[in-house]
């Protein structure tokens, strides 16, 4: 499902317009990376929650000509889906 489409899914089943539901998309979005930056996690009940992780720096090569490179350390998002998503697909 692309973005457009959860979108138009939204307006159709709370009955708002697809400018509302793209509105109320995005401020979600947002919403969420502002709580992750700012204090390194966000729990959703029944989806389940968003963590920083830090991945530290290691070496690594270029896979077209296999040359050694660097890869410098960075955060990263790592998602834990809840039980109630878990059983849902299952």
């Known amino acids: 499902m692309t973005k457009a489409e959860l979108i138009a899914k939204i307006a159709e089943e709370t ?14 979005v947002d919403v969420v990376t502002e709580e992750i930056k ?9 989806l389940g929650s968003f ?16 040359a ?3 890869i410098p350390a960075s955060n990263a998002v790592k998602f834990k889906s809840a039980k109630a998503l878990k059983d849902a697909v299952n």
């Open 38 to 46: 700012s204090s390194g996690s966000m729990t959703l009940a029944g």
């Open 15 to 28: 009955g708002i317009t697809k400018s509302q539901a793209d509105k109320v998309v995005n401020t979600l």
């Open 51 to 66: 963590t920083v992780v830090r991945r530290e720096a290691r070496k690594g090569h270029n896979p077209k000509t296999m």
């Open 68 to 70: 050694p490179m660097d």
